[in-house]
Nanobody, 127 residues
């Protein structure tokens, strides 16, 4: 499975961006999907995820909860990350990921369990 993230760019503080992640192969509800980010000099951290058999549930890192929204469209093989009220500390390279192994609940925020990663897209929040 190959993933390609897009939609990054420059945004002003308080602004919005929408990231997209397209998959080369079909994904289904049993495949968890997640967004992660890595700022310069820092470890990659979780941002948001949709667990296996989610039934609409999503999970977020505390730093983005209430500002970011993750969603998926299996028919289009695409996952989205809507980012609102952006802050300079949101500046990072954003990566999407998926896995063959099911992950349930908040475990989908655990980056080490993901098998497939996209190349990342840079988000810069600055005035």
């Amino acid at each position: 499975v190959q993933l390609q993230a897009s939609g990054g760019g420059l945004a002003q503080p308080g602004g919005s961006l929408t990231l997209s992640c397209s998959f080369s192969a079909s994904t289904a509800d049993h495949n968890p999907v997640g967004w992660f980010r890595q700022a310069p000099g820092k470890e990659r951290e979780s941002v948001a995820c949709i667990p296996s058999s989610s039934r609409g549930r999503t999970f977020y890192a505390s730093s983005v909860r209430g500002r970011f929204t993750i969603s998926r469209d299996n028919a289009k093989n695409t996952v989205y990350l809507q980012m609102n009220s952006l802050k300079p500390e949101d500046t990072a390279v954003y990566y999407c990921a998926t896995a063959q192994t099911p992950m349930y609940g908040e475990t989908c925020l655990t980056r080490h369990q993901y098998d497939y990663w996209g190349r990342g897209t840079l988000v810069t929040v600055s005035s």
